[in-house]
């Protein structure tokens, strides 16, 4: 399914995702937490409800042409040590020089998120030993980060109809700006370690969620709610699969009433629909465990996609004190706004909060809500167009190209688009068919030329992708519709004289009937009549 | 005098080199330099004279010979910090302050001594081993203490240079070279300026880049410059001073250079005595040096008036804690992986880490780590490094009340004896020595401040002491002029040293100094 991500179709593993009228292995967990936001009833233990809690983390890579505090290009896979400025490396003496993109982005993104601003960020070094981080220490924002208290709203299917959304608010803690390690191959047959400081130093917004979430749906929407923003204001290409987005989850569970149980961290979970079975199972095993008398560790653990489950990380075992220190090399990071903005400074210089702000693109929210209301397409239709990438320029174009309304594009774009795309797992702008042939093509169904049976035949031709227009396929196929009034009579005529049974028990009342009369029409036209015409045809020759 | 005798022909850059690179070589036992980048530094010289012989020298810095601590990065030659876990290091790139020398047409004649990472008082506390003071062999030491202590020989008498830049003040002392560039985190360039007589000054930080600077304590550290008078002290600055784009912690304005009066008036100035320097361990010496050098400006006019810096007692504790947390955190990029030693012990990461660290750092560097890292310890943090920092930010009012009120400028000791020799120095351990030897200097890092050491006497056995001179922030042209000033009135003796002697013949002798503005 293309909208906004679904939820559990299929990956729920046991019963307390479960949803309302499901049956629970034990007979008792029946209610998920889900859209409803409800909680998950005990077990045998007979104490109130589980209800988990769900907070997360998301690192973003900032899209900028240089890493946050070098010069070195930031680019995705790149020969190994290609990118790798002396500073990246850590070469004694070298210092942080803050690139002022990647203040912009955070700023750009602190916005969109309803976050307030601090115009005074402080830098701090975070100390642990590993290979992939040269320095020793990364440098980040702990104590005065650049962005705080802000909400993101995202929606949801109401227990997985596609007929109805919920939207649901997590508040953000705060956005933070550090530095990407480095990435470490292990060689376990050599046991060797390769590092590979390509990332090492690129920018990082860290997006700290409040556990305001209950389930792996509502993290996996919130995630998706938020790339969609990250993308519109260029702020961050999020994309998953390079690592671009990478979300932590801190899952908990508790009994309704007490206080939030020890929680867990599954670290780097790298897409969505993982993001959603991680945080699920972690749910579950958490309930399955303090269910069994055992206990939870506050430990970090790694979601393992090939056999859907949550296993502990070895190499984070045991307390890790950070010694955190504020960042001597970097003064601290001043924003102005229109008041503040010191006069004769240049603007090269400093960063104008308003400015940004004057120019934030149409964040995704409000891009759907003048779908809905420019169109008049349903509010859920208007998700799939805006998470879809590239859909709702598709299907802007096709409008502006056809007489046809709106409302009826979006079906063929939803209905016949999507879904071929899907199938073949292609993106809108792979699409054999462009928004012009689309167009071509519903223009001659609007024009009553050809039928809609037809035009879905044509459709299937120009999946094909063999260069030839709708009309041409039409001529081909001869898939007009007949023009000539008094054949199409004829061949009524004779439908009705060859279905005595039928004629009779419309006469009697089953008007019912008719449709398959309409249907053997079409048959004898080869979908070239339309179906409109033909029942008024029919309906005079039977004097109905 | 002597970029006069270059522009003049009087010598040419080629042959100046030669002479300071013969001298080094006879001057070996001074273990001032850990590497003589020979072949280079001739090259440059060659490049200088060229631009002489077509009248296009590119300042007054053209072909002068500098030497530089081995804690700066170099292009092409080892930066070492006289540390195992740097030796053999070649840095791909110039510190900023490098670059501008050479931009300048200095020619740079090698890398000198230090404690390793410039941790340390004496420069005493480095794998190449320590940097002895050239005036342990002037005459005027030799006089003296052949007298005194018959029984013991030459050899062992030799006194400390102070530290950490030790090698530095060596090399210019020793006259190996015009100038020399060292590191000041708590007093590591005015410490061995005065315990080997030669000007060494800290400017403002902020003033001078440190891009390069391998780091000590990030938060104070300051490309320091040694010279042989104030004068070559103001000319370097001018060079060095101003933004650089690749430390941030630079001042955004451009720095103006500025030439000091060459009659400096201090009449009208306000010198302030802080008598919290009146240290219990101040030598009786150095304390009437100090009152004879508070008269002097009173008599040529100028306000001299005691002030309380009243925080001054609690510096020296929270310096160590600030400076071993901030080493904690520098040392921590030297794991082995990327640059530098890295031991063979391959069990795992954390083994090679733990044992390159081991063979790589001595006790001085180790000990100050794991300090640190406790004062950063979550459970510490807040009674340690916060309180430190709150103790720097009185200390830094403390100077700013007494310079609000009026004064110009504060005169001190910069150490509290001559330079004691090198079997005494090391009965003491460094961390001990450190909290004796900064204490009269590190509080001016705390609070970012320009100051400088100004040769005054030499002591009764006929070692150099200095006095220093703290100023306002950024107003380095008055600290300067009041040098200048007070270096004019003391006059302090040149060293008779007999290598000096005699590898230069003509050059110094033609000059009553050896310096080069």
Sequence with gaps: MAAAVRGCGGVWRREWQCRVGGLSRRGQRTLGCNARGGAVPAGKSGLAPWVPVVGLEVHAQISSNSKLFSGSQVQFAAPPNSLVSFFDASLPGTLPVLNRRCVEAAVMTGLALNCSINKKSLFDRKHYFYADLPAGYQITQQRVPIAVNGTLSYSLYKDNKMSQMVTKTVRIKQIQLEQDSGKSLHDDTRSQTLVDLNRAGVGLMEVVMEPDMCCGEEAAAAVRELQLILQTLGSSQAVMAEGQLRVDANVSVHHRGEPYGVRTEVKNINSIRFLA???????????????????????????????????????????????FMPEPNLPPLILYDAKSLPANINHQQVVNIDWIHERLPDLPSVRRAKLVELYGILPEHSFTLVNEDGLTEFFENVVNQTQMKPKKVIGWILKDLLSYLKQHSLTVKESPVSSVLLADLLNLLEKKEISSTAAKQVLAELWKGEGKSPLEIVKEKKLELMQDQKELEQICQEVIDGQENEVMAIKAGNLKVLNKLIGLVQRKTQGRSNPVVVKQLLEKKLSL | QVSAALREGGVSPTELCQRCLSLIKSTKFLNAYITVAEETALKQAEESEKRYRSGQPLGVLDGIPVAVKDNFNTAGIETTCASNMLKGYI?????????????????????????????????????????????????????????????EDEESNWVITGGSSGGSAAAVSSFTCFAALGSDTGGSTRNPAAHCGVVGLKPTYGLISRHGLIPLVNSMDVPGILTRCVDDAAVVLGLLAGHDPKDSTTIQDDFKPFELPNLPDVSKLSIGIPKEYHAPALSSEILALWSKAADLFKNAGAKVTEVSLPHTCYSIVCYH????????????????????????????????????RREGFNDVVRGRILSGNYFLLKQNYENYFIKAQKVRRLIANDFLKVFRSGIDILLTPTTLSDPVPYREFIKEDNRTRSAQDDILTQAVNLAGLPAINVPAALSERGLPIGLQFIGRSFQEKQLLTVAKWFEKQVKFPIIQLEEVQRHVQDVFQHQKSASFS
């Design chain 1, 277 to 323: 079975k991680a945080v699920d199972y972690e749910i579950e095993r958490q309930i399955e465990e303090l269910e069994n008398g055992g206990t939870i560790l506050n430990e970090t653990r790694a979601f393992d996609s090939k056999l859907g489950c949550t296993v502990p990380m070895r190499d984070k075992e045991g307390k890790q004190d950070y010694r």
């Design chain 2, 91 to 151: 840095s791909p790139y110039n510190a900023t302050v490098v670059q501008k020398l050479l931009d300048q047409g200095a020619v740079l004649l090698g890398k000198t001594n230090l404690d390793e990472f410039a941790m340390g008082s004496g420069s005493t506390d480095g794998v190449f081993g320590p940097v002895r003071n050239p005036w342990s062999y002037s005459r005027q030491y030799k006089e003296k203490s052949v007298s005194k202590s018959h029984s």
């Design chain 2, 321 to 356: 804690v600030l400076c071993t947390a901030e080493v904690a955190s520098n040392m921590a990029r030297f794991d082995g992986l990327e640059y530098g030693h890295r031991s063979d012990m391959n069990k795992s990461t954390e083994s090679m880490y733990a044992a390159t």
